[in-house]
Structures are given as structure tokens and as C-alpha cells.
């Protein structure tokens, strides 16, 4: 016990540490405020009747959302849920859940505090929700009782198990609606507010009300007995004002701050004809969506978190209050839509012809809307073509996507559109894409000479400046570490954020940028365009100063175009001398590699995708991922809470003002 507690109080105090870092005078002074509203909160009894009364009037009349849901019943993706939620069975992140017995009174605690890391229990109602130790958990069981990650625990009592039931309901299958309600009432009984790790979020509650929305408009407005719209109106009310109460401000206003925005819109929807605070819910819900909108959306459609999945998420929340707004009447500002047309057009260019983009930033396989309990690989693509519906731009449309229940919501238009050639440089927000066809085979490359992420705490960016990502014919080549675990992942979470699992230069073994914990940074280097010039010899350079305390120099990188391929030249500018330095690219690991004389290749069953030749005078080290051993040296999460072997190659050498270039030649299709 004395060790448990020892180590969550290690942990507790470096994330502390960690965020006033981050923190100015102002948020200081607004987190001590929090702090005490926390206080009185925790003061109140977890009950149900602490609240008024939930008003038993019809719930309101959602047609639109209605029909999009009915037409959605249909997908593969709803049928494969309904089938598991109807067996009893539940799986998040890879892991299975104890089948719940929902409709019978008490049991349904074993579900919704249930950890499938460590199997224990984490905290319900007999426990304030502010009391919950949500970041000092671990990452498998280690015998000190601590829990795995929060993540695992949240996921279920989003509630999007929901929208499949949700779509079946609406279409008229009435052992869908009844089993919605079950989980519904369960839901309440198990957790009464301001009790329990389900109430610590407010983002949490944000995704619940968008699954009430669904249930809402699936039963139509007399669907519920009225003791149950009563329930659900209370439920709904005492989500929004908890939201309301604890706002994410200053280094916390990202994507979080979006989903309380979203998450008040509805309830102020879902309560317009009962709540006298429903007006004041949804006009504070609007005014978030719009002001954030253009903080979050840069002016060149980059999502200013440095994560393409992040930035699909927050698009997903924006679209999908765009929707519920119009719906009602009162769509929002114009400005909303613009800045979701241009992100769209952003998100579009990062897709390969596959409609795959690579896993740049965090990605902890959230989404708005769900079919259920699948992961979605091309999640991206999807939202791309639902925003492409809602601006009513079908140009928009990716190349390819998976049918989804967002489909019918946004009006996503059912035709792709092929991934157009050439380059695109993203000036304000930092990428360059290139699109090309190569000895007959289609490339996708991206370069980041952007910032590392949003905000003084860039919480879910990495330190990928000067980084390069590549696919062919649609299969990843150079990939990204990715994402792991969050407050679970430890040592490991911090490794793969900071640069040396990127495919960037080091010098002498360091990371640009250091991380203190797993969504703090003790130093970060933000990365500048220095010159571009275009045609079909192209060429970009970026620079970023990540070195320049310790070391005196400036990292410089120039991508370019070439006959066969293309070219990455490194250089440091203002060191006294050459210093060792590392070019490390990461590889997916079901590829081929061979080292050879002149380089390495790199093979999938066409034959030779391509070849890296390294600069001269370097060494070569290539680790092939089922070689790697117990303790790999390179990984990759190919989804949240997994990891997996990568190829790692390391090109070593010493470099100073003089470029040191890196030649990739694209393999003919056999």
C-alpha cells in the first residue's frame, strides 16, 4: 500500500509540476478558483434527488436526425454491433468487458467500473468525482492495485453503443429501443451525480449527450414512458451543468474546450421545452463552436493540435453541432462552416488514394459518432466526406471511405474523388504534401515544418519537426511511432512523443524536444518554413532551433523532388564543428528490408517499393522488427493500448554547414 501510494504521488506531483510550466498569472489565479468550486461540489451527496426534478413533458421533435438514423440501420457496421450488444458482447481498445446484465438492478456496476487492464474496480458514486485519481495508473498489472488507463474505464460509459441502437430503434426494431432504454436506466442508477470516475470530465459528458440526442431523436417525443423522459431530462441537466461549471480554459482550451461547446448545444436542445436554463446552455454551447472554430481551424485548414485525428474529431464536433443547430432553426455563423470547408480541403490532401493518412500527433480512437464497437481505420477519410456533405462541396469528397453512420447525419455525398497530383504547401500550419506518380507507382509524402501543437501545452502533439512521412501505392513506408497509452504509458509514452521515434534528425543522441510527462513538454521546438520553390523540381526547406541551447546549432532540412524519387538533405548551421548526428527513419514492419552495399530496400509482394541510399560518409544500422528482440528499438502503436515491432534504420555520421543528402528511389512495378 505504502508503495502504491508513494508512486502516485510521484506521479501526481510531476504532472502538476508539469502544467504550471505551461501555466501563466492568469490561469494560476483561474485554476485555484477551479480548485475551490471543486471543493463545494465534492461537499454535495452522489444523489439523484440532491437535483430537481427532470421535467416528464415529450422530448423534443428531432426529424431530421430521425431520418438519417433510419437510413443508417442498414450499414454493415450497425448490424455487426447489434449482433455483439445483443450477444453480450463488448470489446474497446482490444479488450473484452464482463457481459452486463443491464436490466437487472445493482448489477451494472461490474460494467461500468470495470478495468480490463488490472481487472479491478474503479471508483462509482461512494467516492466524489473530483477525488478520483485519474493519472497515476499504470500500464499492465504491477501489483500495486493501481488501476490501468482511465481511457479503458471511459470508454463504455461514453454511451456509444447507443447509436447502432439508436439507428435500429428509429427503423422500428423495438428489441433495439428496449435494450437502449436498459442501458440507458442502468447508466443512471450506477451513477448518480457528482460521484465516481464517470463525472471527473467534462469531455466524457459531452460524448454521453451526444448518444442521448441519438436516443432522443430515435423514440420521437412520446417514445419514453414519461418517468423516463423525466430521468433523461435530469440526466441531460445535470451533464450540462457540470460542463458549464468547469470549463476548459487557457492551456486546456483544445479539443476538449470544442466538446463542452457541443456537449452544452444539446443539452440546451434537448431541454428547450422544459429547462428554464436551456436558452443559456445552448447559447454558450454556440458561442464556443464559433469562437473556437477559427482558434482551432488555422487559416490554411490545419488543426492547430499538430494531429490529423484530433483535428477530425474536433471537425466532427463542429459539423455535427452545425447540424443540430440548423436542424433546430438557428444554425451557427457562417465563419463555422468556412473553417470546416477548409479543414476538409486539409484533411483531403493528407489522405493517400487509399484514403489512409498517416498517424501524425496523438490518436486515441475517439469519435463524435459511432457505429459501435470497431475500431475505423479510415476515420479521417470519413470525416472528410461528411464535412464535404455539410458545406455541400462534393469536391471535397475523399478518394476512398468506409459507409458509416455519419454518411446519412452530414449528407455525405456517395461519389469519391481520386487524390489530385502535385504539391501543397500549408504555409501557416506547417506541412508540405506531395501527390505524385513515380516509375509507376503512386507516392504520398508529407513534411512537417510546423509547430509541435496547440496552446503552451501542445498536449497532443509530437516532436516531429522536419519529420517525413511516406506511403506507396497506398501502404505505409515511413510511419509514426502513434500513441500508445496516455497517463498509463509512462517512460514509454514520453520516448514515443519526443523526436527519436520520428523520422527526423538527432544530434547526439537527443530529442529536439523533451517531454516532462505524457502531455507536457519540458522543451519543444517549433519548426519555420525557410524556402520553398516550386514546378517539377521542387524544393522546401524548414528549420527549427530545438538544438540551439545545447548544442549551438540549428537543424535544417530540405525535401525535394528528384527523377527517381526524391531527396532529404540535412544540414547544421552555426555549430563550431561537425557533430555525431542520426537521420532515424521508422518503418512498418510488414514490409520487407535488406541492407545492401549502397543502402537499404525496402519490398512489399509488387517487389521494390524503394531504396535508401545514405549520405556519404554515414553508417548504416537497420534492425529489421522481427529481429528486434524483447526490447525493441523502434515500436509503433498501430492502435491505442497496442504495440508492435517496427523496422528501424539509422543512418549515423558527423554533420555540420555542408548538406548531407539522403537519396530515396521510388521501384518500378513489376
Not at 83 to 110: L, M, Q, S, T, V
Not at 184 to 198: D, K, M, Q, R, T
Not at 479 to 492: F, K, M, Q, V
Amino acid at each position: 500500500m505504502a508503495s502504491r501510494q508513494d508512486g502516485a504521488r510521484t506521479e501526481r506531483l510531476a504532472w502538476y509540476l508539469g502544467r504550471l510550466r505551461a501555466m501563466g498569472p492568469g490561469e494560476i489565479l483561474h485554476r485555484v478558483g477551479e480548485a475551490a468550486r471543486r471543493r463545494a461540489w465534492m461537499r454535495r451527496p452522489a444523489d439523484w434527488d440532491a437535483l430537481p426534478p427532470g421535467d416528464p413533458a415529450p422530448l423534443p421533435h428531432l426529424p431530421e436526425l430521425r431520418r438519417a438514423l433510419t437510413a443508417s440501420a442498414v450499414l454493415p457496421g450497425i448490424a455487426r454491433s447489434l449482433d455483439e450488444i445483443r450477444a453480450g458482447r463488448f470489446h474497446y481498445f482490444g479488450r473484452d468487458w464482463p457481459e452486463p446484465a443491464f436490466a437487472e438492478p445493482g448489477a451494472g456496476a461490474a460494467f461500468w467500473f470495470h478495468d480490463p487492464v488490472c481487472g479491478g474496480r474503479w471508483p462509482g458514486p461512494e467516492v466524489g468525482a473530483f477525488r478520483v485519481d485519474v493519472r497515476s495508473t499504470v500500464e499492465a498489472p504491477d501489483g500495486t492495485g493501481r488501476p490501468g488507463d482511465v481511457k479503458y474505464v471511459w470508454e463504455p460509459a461514453r454511451l456509444q453503443m447507443l447509436h447502432p441502437l439508436a439507428a435500429a430503434w428509429a427503423a422500428g426494431d423495438a428489441a433495439a429501443g428496449k435494450s437502449a432504454r436498459a442501458i440507458l436506466a442502468s447508466f443512471i442508477a450506477e451513477n448518480p451525480p457528482y460521484g465516481g470516475v464517470h463525472w471527473f470530465s467534462g469531455i466524457e459528458m459531452a460524448l454521453r449527450l451526444v448518444g442521448l440526442a441519438l436516443v432522443a431523436a430515435a423514440a420521437g417525443p412520446e417514445g419514453l414512458p414519461p418517468g423516463e423522459r423525466a430521468a433523461f431530462r435530469r440526466l441531460v441537466a445535470a451533464h450540462a451543468r457540470a460542463i458549464a461549471a468547469f470549463p476548459s480554459l487557457h492551456s486546456s482550451a483544445n479539443n476538449h474546450r470544442i466538446a463542452e461547446g457541443l456537449g452544452l448545444l444539446v443539452a440546451g436542445l434537448l431541454l428547450a421545452s422544459a429547462d428554464r436554463e436551456a436558452t443559456a446552455h445552448e447559447a454558450a454551447g454556440r458561442k464556443i463552436l464559433e469562437t473556437e472554430a477559427e482558434r482551432q481551424i488555422l487559416p490554411d485548414g490545419v488543426g492547430a493540435e499538430q494531429s490529423l485525428t484530433y483535428q477530425a474529431w474536433t471537425m466532427e464536433m463542429l459539423g455535427l453541432g452545425a447540424v443540430l443547430a440548423r436542424a433546430a432553426g438557428r444554425p451557427l455563423a457562417a465563419s463555422v462552416t468556412a473553417r470546416l470547408a477548409l479543414g476538409a480541403g486539409f484533411l483531403r490532401t493528407m489522405l493517400d488514394a487509399g484514403g489512409r493518412c498517416p498517424a501524425i500527433g496523438d490518436d486515441d480512437e475517439g469519435r463524435i459518432l459511432s457505429d459501435g464497437l470497431g475500431p475505423e481505420p479510415r476515420y479521417v477519410a470519413s470525416v472528410t466526406a461528411a464535412v464535404a456533405g455539410l458545406v455541400g462541396r462534393p469536391d471535397l469528397a475523399p478518394p476512398a471511405r468506409d459507409p458509416h453512420l455519419r454518411d446519412a447525419i452530414f449528407g455525405a455525398p456517395a461519389a469519391a474523388r481520386p487524390v489530385e497530383p502535385g504539391l501543397r504547401v500549408f504555409r501557416t500550419g506547417g506541412y508540405t504534401v506531395w501527390h505524385a506518380q513515380a516509375r509507376g507507382r503512386a507516392l504520398h509524402l508529407v513534411f512537417d515544418h510546423g509547430p509541435i501543437g496547440y496552446l503552451g501545452l501542445a498536449a497532443h502533439g509530437h516532436a516531429d519537426a522536419l519529420a517525413v512521412w511516406l506511403s506507396i501505392d497506398g501502404k505505409p513506408v515511413l510511419i509514426d511511432a502513434g500513441t500508445y497509452l496516455y497517463h498509463a504509458g509512462g517512460r514509454r509514452r514520453v520516448a514515443m512523443r519526443e523526436s527519436l521515434a520520428h523520422n527526423t534528425l538527432s544530434v547526439m543522441g537527443a530529442s529536439h524536444s523533451v517531454a516532462s510527462a505524457g502531455f507536457h513538454w519540458a522543451s519543444r521546438a517549433d519548426a519555420r518554413l525557410v524556402e520553398e520553390t516550386g514546378g517539377a523540381e521542387w524544393s522546401v526547406t524548414g528549420a527549427h532551433e530545438g538544438y540551439r541551447r545545447r548544442f549551438g546549432t540549428v537543424h535544417r532540412r530540405r525535401v525535394a523532388a528528384a527523377e527517381d524519387g526524391f531527396r532529404i538533405g540535412d544540414a547544421l548551421e552555426g555549430a563550431g564543428q561537425p557533430l555525431p548526428v542520426e537521420i532515424r527513419f521508422l518503418i512498418h514492419p510488414d514490409l520487407s528490408v535488406s541492407a545492401h552495399a549502397d543502402g537499404v530496400s525496402i519490398r512489399d509482394a509488387s517487389g521494390l517499393l524503394c531504396h535508401f541510399a545514405p549520405p556519404s560518409g554515414f553508417g548504416t544500422r537497420l534492425v529489421p522488427a522481427d529481429r528486434a528482440g524483447p526490447a525493441p528499438e523502434a515500436v509503433h502503436a498501430p492502435r491505442f493500448g497496442h504495440l508492435a515491432a517496427a523496422h528501424s534504420l539509422v543512418f549515423a555520421g558527423t554533420l555540420g554547414a555542408a548538406e548531407a543528402l539522403t537519396r530515396i528511389e521510388i521501384g518500378a512495378r513489376s
